[in-house]
C-alpha cells in the first residue's frame, strides 16, 4: 500500500539555524500538506499546496517558513531562522484530489527539536 | 476551533467493542465526518468517513445519527494496539481552498488486557 515517507525521521538544530524536511507524498496525489504538533498540543494546519503554488496558509506560517516540490517526487518545508519554539512534530500529507473523496494520508512526521 | 466535541478519555476491554462518541451539532449540510486516529505521536492515520449514511470498512464502523449532530466511531473488537487518541473532524468535501483539517484533542482510547 502506498504511503507517505518523510525525513528525516529527528532534526536537531541549533536556534537561528536553516532547516529542510523532506517528503515523500503518495505518487498520484496532487494536493500536499504541512502540519505540526506541538508535544502534548493539537495538530495545527501550516499550509496546502496544489499545482506548484500555496493554497491555503495559517498565520503560523509566516515568512521563515517556505514550501517547495523542487522535483516530481519531493515536498519540503524550509524553516529559514529556527526558533525554540518551533520544536515540534511535523507531519506531511497528501490526498489524490479525486471528486467523490479528498481523504489526507499522513507520513510519520519529523521531530525537529531546536536548542 | 474545532466543529467537534469529544470525551478526552475513554476505556475498552480487549476484544470488546470501542464505541467513541462525537458531538458535531453545527454540521452543515455540504460537511462530512472523519475520523482519524494517532498512536503515540506516529503520523495520524485515516480510519473512515461518511456523510449522513453509516460506514464500514475493514477497520471501524460510522454511525452517524439521522440528524447528523452526532456520531459514533465503532471498533468492533478493539485489541491492545487500537490504543490511541481517535480524532473526530468535520470539513466539507472539495471546499476549495478551504482544505484544511482543523484538530481537536480528541478521545484518548486505552484497551485493557
Known amino acids: 500500500e502506498p504511503e507517505v515517507t518523510q525525513t528525516p525521521s529527528h532534526q536537531v538544530t541549533q536556534m537561528g539555524q536553516e532547516v529542510i524536511l523532506r517528503c515523500v507524498p503518495i505518487s498520484n496525489h496532487l494536493y500536499f500538506y504541512w502540519y505540526r504538533q506541538i508535544l502534548g498540543q493539537k495538530v495545527e494546519f501550516l499550509v496546502s499546496f496544489y499545482n506548484n503554488e500555496i493554497s491555503e496558509k495559517s498565520e503560523i506560517f509566516d515568512d521563515q517558513f517556505s514550501v517547495e516540490r523542487p522535483d516530481g517526487s519531493n515536498f519540503t518545508l524550509k524553516i529559514r531562522s529556527t526558533k525554540l519554539e518551533d520544536s515540534a512534530m511535523y507531519f506531511c500529507?497528501?490526498?489524490?484530489?479525486?471528486?467523490?473523496?479528498?481523504?489526507?494520508?499522513f507520513g510519520p512526521g519529523t521531530r525537529l527539536t531546536v536548542l | 476551533d474545532a466543529k467537534t466535541t469529544q470525551p478526552p478519555s475513554m476505556d475498552c476491554a480487549e476484544g470488546r467493542a470501542a464505541n467513541l462518541p462525537c458531538n458535531h451539532s453545527?454540521?452543515?449540510?455540504?460537511?462530512?465526518v472523519y475520523w482519524y486516529r494517532q498512536i503515540h505521536s506516529q503520523g495520524p492515520q485515516y480510519i473512515i468517513h461518511?456523510?449522513?449514511?453509516?460506514e464500514t470498512n475493514e477497520m471501524a464502523s460510522l454511525i452517524i445519527t439521522e440528524d447528523r449532530k452526532s456520531s459514533t466511531l465503532i471498533l468492533p473488537h478493539a485489541t491492545l494496539r487500537d490504543t490511541a487518541v481517535y480524532y473526530c473532524?468535520?470539513?466539507?468535501?472539495?471546499?476549495?481552498?478551504?482544505?484544511?483539517?482543523?484538530w481537536g484533542l480528541g478521545t484518548s482510547l486505552a484497551v485493557n488486557p
Open positions: 453545527t454540521i452543515s449540510g455540504n460537511e462530512y
Open positions: 500529507a497528501s490526498s489524490p484530489l479525486k471528486s467523490s473523496t479528498d481523504t489526507q494520508y
Open positions: 473532524i468535520v470539513r466539507g468535501l472539495n471546499a476549495g481552498n478551504n482544505r484544511k483539517l482543523i
Open positions: 461518511g456523510l449522513k449514511n453509516n
